[in-house]
């Protein structure tokens, strides 16, 4: 069988999802960028702080992440079947599911926001910060998750650019305010911490408002209204559970376990949170065309399968873990290259830079093997609804292999902050190696619409 499939509509599609769902990742990252340049001004403490408090709506994203996720399982196969009715309730599902949870999360944030700080760090100031900025960015929690879920089930069918307007106003709303709010520039308050929340919550409202208009108005595919909220279907229910839990629990699992290394993280210092905060932003800007080409393989793949030409599925799925190797590579170059440019933005001790530096050049080789596995286990392989396999590696690599390790070497022998830093991102490697064999053994190809 050809590793690389030579027809032009795979590549045509694979760059029109792609490309639109890289550049949404880069608007989203320079939010974060912005973020972090702007409340880092301020002091370490307090990015930190903003750093940790955030680890909350990361919980709420990997949940939405999950819900949608087993949504898009069945909305790509049955796009490629046509079948528009079941695609609006499985939609309506999802919204339902995603705004409970965005609630409690919401709740969480505005009732005990120094409780929630407590379980990553005992530093007094850093809680007291971070309770400041959860009290204020809280209430955006449930605009962020429609929006959110929404954005990503339109990828299912294709449409990928209004995304790309969404983030694009997220990030001029969020960067100018923060410049306001932060700083007390142009006439506004200098609010600080709360500012910064404040200035992202307001990006939430904005894209929310954008998402449900284009939904509710000038959405043509699928063309969801308010009513297709209302029927229920018990088999639908059925299925929908039985392909999203699995998903859910994957992304779950791999939530938690990322909350866990910032625990271990947050514990070994405030040096090593700020510098993983740093490595965080670059890492999200260095993979944002591995995330495009994951969602795009997800839909792809999932589409053939629906159209039910398995042998073609089989093609495209050796082309895509081929070029998620390629895009390993050129990450990692970016990596090294950028690192020294990006610490250097920052106001940081000399102890901070050298930690960041460090973690920096390892996360280098960890995004190579993340390309592979991100694209192999989150694209092909759940497009192929083999998501419990997927929950296996995860709870087996991160939480039986690079948890542990990170907790024993980091908060009981007191390894420095890179050997650790690597082990808490090994599971990276070991989901690459394991994803590859199943992929090409092609024993996660089924169509799960047809059950």
């Known amino acids: 069988m050809k590793l690389f499939v030579r027809e032009k509509a795979f590549y045509k ?7 639109p769902i890289a550049l949404q990742n880069l608007i989203t990252v320079s939010v974060s960028l912005m973020d972090t340049l702007m409340i880092g001004q301020l002091g370490e403490t307090q990015l930190s702080a903003t750093s940790i408090a955030n680890q909350l709506w990361f919980m709420l994203m990997i949940v939405c992440f999950g819900v949608a996720g087993g949504a898009n399982v069945l909305i790509a196969q049955y796009w490629g079947k046509g079948d528009v009715e079941v695609i609006k309730r499985v939609q309506a599902m999802t919204y339902k599911i995603s705004l409970a949870a965005a609630l409690f999360f919401g709740s969480v944030a505005l009732l005990f926001p120094r409780q929630f ?11 007291e910060y971070g309770a400041q900025y959860l009290r204020v960015i809280g209430w955006s929690y449930p605009l962020y998750a429609m929006a959110n879920v929404a954005i990503m089930m339109l990828r299912s069918v294709g449409t990928v650019n209004i995304s790309v307007v969404v983030y694009l106003t997220s990030l001029v709303v969020n960067t100018s305010l923060n410049y306001c709010l932060i700083f007390g520039k142009c006439g506004f308050p200098r609010l600080e911490m709360r500012g910064g929340a404040a200035a992202t919550a307001c990006a939430r409202l904005a894209e929310f408002a954008i998402t449900a208009y284009y939904i509710l108005r000038r959405e043509g595919k699928i063309r969801f209204r308010l009513s297709d909220l209302l029927p229920n279907n018990r088999a639908l229910y059925r299925k929908y559970i039985e392909i999203s839990i699995p998903v859910i629990g994957n992304e779950l699992m791999w939530g938690l376990g990322i909350s866990m290394v910032a625990v271990v993280i947050g514990r070994m210092g405030t040096n090593f949170v700020a510098a993983n905060s740093i490595y965080s932003v670059l890492n999200q800007f260095v993979s944002v065309m591995i995330f495009g080409v994951g969602n795009a393989a997800l839909t792809i793949i999932g ?3 629906g159209s039910g030409d398995y042998e073609l599925a089989k093609q495209r799925s050796l082309t ?3 070029l998620s190797l390629g895009l390993g590579l050129f990450s990692a170059g970016v990596t090294l290259l950028l690192s020294p440019v990006v610490v250097s933005l920052y106001n940081l001790s000399a102890e901070t830079v050298g930690i960041a530096l460090a973690i920096n050049r390892l996360g280098a080789l960890i995004v190579f093997f993340q390309s592979i596995a991100l694209i192999g286990m989150v694209g092909v392989l759940r497009a192929g609804g083999d998501a419990k396999f997927v929950l296996l590696c995860e709870v087996i690599f991160l939480w039986l292999v690079a948890v542990p390790a990170g907790f024993y070497t980091g908060l009981v022998l007191g390894w420095p902050a890179a050997p650790v830093f690597l082990l808490l991102k090994c599971d990276e490697i070991l989901k690459s190696m394991v994803s590859v064999v199943r992929i090409v053994r092609f ?3 089924r169509d799960v619409t047809g059950r």
């Open 117 to 127: 700080m407590g379980i990553f760090t005992t530093e007094q100031a850093v809680i």
């Open 443 to 445: 024993r996660w190809l």
């Open 13 to 19: 599609m694979l760059l029109t999802i792609a490309v």
């Open 320 to 322: 895509l873990l081929m």
């Open 303 to 305: 589409n053939t399968i």
